[in-house]
């Protein structure tokens, strides 16, 4: 592989962030700078550390970023949660984005999996 952007999980990722950026932008102003940028940034991270671990020179380092990418997903999946309970997110949205976090988790421990193998 060439380039992190042939990576599915990344695609996949990049296309979470814009769900989420069409998901928070009805969010209420008031939540601009707490919620809606901190779901934001979750989000944006997954990919990021996606790629900067790609460009690592080590298999470790490349480890340590998905890792950190997933930890990013994880904070994301709990934002989502919040957001949910708090009716800023209908159910069928938090179902929807749900499930797509939960299969970039499992590409991405697979993808782990694999470079720990080799």
Not at 20 to 42: A, W
Not at 53 to 77: D, H, P, Q
Not at 84 to 92: C, D, F, G, I, V
Request: with cysteine.
């Amino acid at each position: 592989m060439k380039s992190y952007k042939e990576l599915l999980v990344w695609q996949k990722s990049m296309n979470l962030v814009k769900d989420i950026y069409m998901n928070t932008h009805s969010f209420p102003k008031q939540e601009d700078y707490c919620l809606t940028r901190q779901i934001r940034r979750s989000s944006i991270s997954i990919p990021s550390n996606i790629a900067e671990g790609f460009g690592r020179r080590s298999k470790k380092e490349y480890i340590n970023f998905l890792a950190i990418a997933r930890g990013s997903l994880y904070e994301l999946c709990t934002q989502i949660g919040i957001v949910t309970m708090l009716n800023l997110l209908s159910k069928e949205q938090d179902q929807i984005l749900s499930q797509k976090g939960d299969e970039i988790r499992k590409m991405i421990n697979a993808l782990i999996h694999s470079l720990e193998k080799e």
